[in-house]
């Protein structure tokens, strides 16, 4: 397994994964993409993620052949070496994740001479310039199997950080995830019979302890090793239960309901709609029928539907006409 710099961002190793295990008769899939991320890279991302990144880098001028292209997944046109020459990897890394630093920030004028690059504020406020450096430590804690001891800071309402409590937390890590814009790191705490995860950024005076750090596989949930996606998928999305879901979607949603749902959805065109059968959790389900209100009907199952229904009668009782 190869190892994951802190300065390596989701966009990049998805590219590292196309290079190195795509091509034109073997395009990869949104899940497969996903598998490989875990396991070349250690990094868990989610498939809304991975679609982004996929349209960045294509945005980029990376010569990418889509799922829309060809009906059976992604992969470069080009070659791997051809596609790293014209396009620099740390520049590439700089203009889709760019803290505040004097190196990102040289990465993104120079390549702003040769294309419009736009950082968000939003994108910016979310990695500050020491969450690499924070990445760093605890991988290293991982791979020695000791513990950290850190100080965990909550935001004011001044927007500032300040601590949580006084005295440090000390915890046995076990694995780093990038959900929703933002580092994790899964780990136990002694007299916590529990896992429990902590946001990098948020963490300050990261500290390795030398002590070793607790068997993973000692805590009730672990018995037969740590799931990282069960587990992020549970406590981060809520998705850990499997439904079956009927919708009636605008024709133009097709390449949205691949997007989202992959291999999990299955399609045929009804009229001028798409009758797609979703197989995913609700909360997946949920955020797509919000998203798209005006283009969708959920058929079934009824009590799904009705609880649609009560969400929208709720909505019209707080926002009242006039």
């Known amino acids: 397994m190869s190892e994951v710099k802190g300065k390596k961002a989701l966009s990049l190793c998805i590219l590292r994964v196309l290079e190195q295990h795509a091509n034109k008769a073997n395009p990869l899939s949104t899940r497969h993409i996903i598998e490989y991320l ?28 889509t799922y829309q292209e060809n009906g059976k997944g992604y992969y470069l046109k080009t070659d791997a070496a051809a596609a790293s020459h014209e396009h620099d990897p740390a520049a590439l890394d700089a203009f889709l994740r760019a803290p505040r630093s004097d190196r990102t920030e040289a990465e993104i004028g120079r390549l702003q001479d040769k294309v419009p690059v736009y950082v968000s504020d939003a994108e ?4 500050s310039d020491t969450v690499f450096g924070t990445l760093d430590l ?10 950290v001891s ?6 004011q309402k001044d927007g500032r950080k300040a601590p949580q409590r006084e005295t440090p937390f000390t915890v046995s890590p076990y694995a780093l995830f990038l959900a ?10 002694s007299g916590y019979g529990r896992l429990l995860h902590y946001r990098c950024d948020l963490m300050e005076a990261v500290t390795l302890t030398g002590l070793a750090a607790r068997e993973a596989e000692s805590l009730i949930e ?5 799931d990282i996606a069960a587990y992020v998928n549970r406590t981060i999305y809520r998705t850990d239960v499997m439904e079956r879901h009927t919708v009636l979607c605008a024709e133009h949603l097709t390449g949205e309901l691949i997007d989202t749902f992959g291999d999990a959805v299955k399609m045929r065109p009804e009229g001028e709609t798409i009758r797609a059968e979703i197989d995913a959790p609700w ?18 199952p009824a009590w799904r539907r009705a609880q649609i229904r009560e969400e929208l009668l709720s909505a019209l009782s707080t926002y009242p006409q006039g």
């Open 38 to 65: 875990e396991k070349d890279h250690c990094m868990i991302a989610e498939r809304k993620a991975v679609g982004r990144n996929l349209l960045l880098l294509q945005e980029m001028g990376f010569p990418l052949s």
């Open 124 to 127: 910016r406020m979310k990695q």
């Open 138 to 147: 605890l991988k290293e804690a991982i791979e020695k199997k000791v513990q």
């Open 150 to 155: 850190f100080l965990y800071t909550v935001v």
């Open 180 to 189: 929703e814009g933002y580092y994790y790191v899964i780990v136990s705490m």
């Open 222 to 226: 672990c018995r037969e090793g740590l």
């Open 283 to 300: 909360e997946m389900v949920h955020r797509f029928l919000v998203r798209n209100l005006k283009h969708t009907t959920l058929l079934a």
